[in-house]
């Protein structure tokens, strides 16, 4: 157990509906990254956050946007979904100050149908 | 932009054969770091290279940092069939702990017992 939790854990949906994927990363991580592994796929970056603030964007769609809560914890929202979306959301948090790695969550499938 | 190329995509080994995968940036990392995934997991940070020219080992596992801090390799040495995943290499541009965290394609790797 890496100590992030993401929630859903699968979630099926239709074309053109909005979800929100939610992420708690582990106690006392600042970072959090949020990445798109699509089947075959590698890990596509999307966007970081730290204590709150946009750090660095990737290649995510406008219809995609995400936020940090003063508690950390971060929200990935999917818009207008397409049948393409489907893929696994990793959310992954690190600590910055003492330690290198970024511990991942279990992911979220989300399915568009 | 800032990309992280990454070869093989697939890789078929006998047990006991040598196994290596190779990443390549376009530009200068502040760091890069290994990550290994089963089939059906998510991400496991394995090792941190921050200095030019760095190698580092872990049992069966050798990392390497190129000269210019723009390449990488993980050379598995009498791979067994608990060495199976995907092996994702990451580059940090920026800050070394708050940049950007760009992971390649990866590396999936089966082993024939």
């Known amino acids: 157990d890496s100590g992030v939790t993401q929630t859903p854990k699968h979630l099926i949906t239709a074309t053109g509906q909005r979800v929100t994927l939610r992420c708690s990363p582990r106690?006392?991580?600042?970072?959090v990254y949020w990445y798109q592994q699509s089947l075959d796929q590698g890990l596509q970056f999307l966007i970081q956050?730290?204590?709150?603030?946009?750090?660095a964007k990737g290649n995510i769609l406008e219809r995609f946007s995400a936020q940090q809560f003063p508690d950390l914890h971060s929200e990935l929202n999917l818009s207008s979904l397409e049948l393409g979306d489907s893929a696994l959301y990793f959310c992954a948090s690190s600590v910055v100050s003492s330690s290198p790695e970024a511990f991942f969550g279990q992911g979220t499938r989300l399915t568009v149908v | 932009g800032q990309q992280v190329m990454q070869i093989p995509q697939y890789q078929h080994v006998q047990e006991g054969e040598d196994f290596t995968t190779y990443c390549n940036s376009s530009?200068?990392?502040?760091?890069i770091q290994w990550y290994k995934q089963r089939p059906g997991g998510h991400p496991v940070f394995l090792i941190q290279l921050v200095k030019s020219g760095e190698v580092k080992k872990q049992k069966r596992l050798t990392f390497q940092f190129g000269e210019a801090k723009k390449n990488s390799s993980l050379h598995i040495t009498a791979t067994q069939t608990t060495d199976v995943g995907t092996y994702f290499c990451a580059g940090r541009y920026g800050s070394s702990n708050t940049g950007k965290l760009i992971f390649g394609q990866g590396t999936t790797l089966q082993v024939k017992p």
């Open positions: 106690s006392g991580d600042l970072s």
């Open positions: 530009t200068t990392l502040s760091n």
């Open positions: 956050y730290y204590n709150g603030e946009e750090r």
